[in-house]
């Protein structure tokens, strides 16, 4: 490859002599015909009527705007906006043989200067109606500008042309080679990876068909790697489907709670069915995340944000955890202080995070043990600490690792940051929330 690079300079050498040389050729050719087509011009602009026709044209243009609007000779301001429609044109008038109008200073009145009329051969007046009686007018306008314009424009394009039929004849030795890379790709593109890139020379395009071929070459080796990835996608649709185990826990034990007659009134019978009714509706909408995962169409979206204080987010949030937690038989003791300090967070995720870290304290935590439930403030973060002493068993690892990693997700998702140890048989989370 180096060996390719090393001596491919000869194609980039050779390209910029090729666009110099056709540079320098069609700004020569632009050159000659400018040179050629100046004398034509000049000779047509002085033996034809063009500009006589073009000044009479701009007169009967200028009376028919006058009649057509009703206009003065000291109109100065619909005056010059017919000036300004017709460019590179200037206009005087002149009534009674005093200046009234002069483009180049339309908002001045010229009137009171009392300027007269020149009176030179060369000059020549047209008589023009106005409302206000007869004034003599003076057009002029670069129109032999626009003739030599439209002349150069042409030459320019002609030169540009030229430039194009020189640098195509320049590069057809290399288009044959061109051609046959760009069949191989083809055939690549049809899906046959077996078929090797051409690779000829030491210059550029040499270097272009090994990376090619090289390409070629890694395909095929994703190939042999597709079963492994289809391995780790479904581990993925299995780390997710770890957030479906706690809302089926809770709507099972609910049921237990009601099946067995231990609500004490009608009042709390009818909280656990809307407690089952919230569950199987978390259930429903995780089914759904999955089943959007596990066919591709779940695209990503932006994390809608809420702001509300510590307290109003977490109060009723913790009491229902520790309501659950004690129909369970785990007592918790919680040493939160309650702040009205803003915080930013998600609804849906705040939910499954805390039907995570439940999930876990039922499954692997002591019972012997209390949970505590800690506030925690830094700088600019407040949050929650969660610690219980496990019992280890063959599935606590894993399953701390999937619970854990998805609530790391949601809370980076959200701005913040989840920490978690196991350390002498005590594990400990910790969920930290930015600030407003």
Partial sequence: MKRYIHRGHSIYVQMMILLIVATVAAVGFFFVLDKISEYPIERYMEESDYIETRIRKAVAGFQEYIAEN???????????K?????????LSIYKDGIQVFDSAYPYQHIWD?????????????DTIRFEDGIAEIMISGAWSYQVYSCVQKFEIGLSFLAFLVIVLLGIRRKMSYIRQLSDEVEVLEGGCLNCPITVRGCDE???????????RR??????????????????VITEMSHDLRTPVTAIILYA???????????????????????????????????????????????????EESFSEVFYDLLSETSCYLEQRGYHTEMHVRWSDVQIQYNTDYLVRIMDNI??????????????????VERKDEIGLLFQ????????????????IQSIRSMMKEMGGSCQSECKDKVFRVELMFPLV
């Fill in 70 to 80: 009703r206009i003065y000779s000291r109109d100065a301001e619909n005056i010059y």
């Fill in 82 to 90: 017919w000036v300004q429609e017709q460019r590179l044109l200037s």
């Fill in 113 to 125: 200067q009392e300027i007269a009329a020149a009176d030179y051969d060369w000059i020549k007046y």
């Fill in 205 to 215: 395009l040499s270097v272009l068909a090994e990376g090619l071929d090289s390409m």
């Fill in 218 to 235: 890694t395909f095929l080796d994703s190939q042999k790697r597709e079963a492994e990835m289809i391995r780790d996608h479904q581990q």
């Fill in 256 to 306: 237990e709670i009601l099946l067995a007659g231990k609500t004490k009134d009608d009042n709390q019978k009818t909280q656990y069915i809307q407690k089952i009714n919230q569950k199987a509706l978390q259930l429903k909408e995780r089914t759904d995340s999955l089943l959007k995962y596990s066919l591709g169409t779940c695209k990503e979206t932006k994390t809608d944000m809420e």
């Fill in 358 to 375: 439940m999930s876990n304290i039922v499954k692997y935590a002591d019972p012997e043990y209390p949970i505590t439930i800690d506030r």
């Fill in 388 to 403: 219980n002493r496990i019992a280890v068993t063959d599935e606590t690892v894993e399953g701390n690792r999937i619970g």
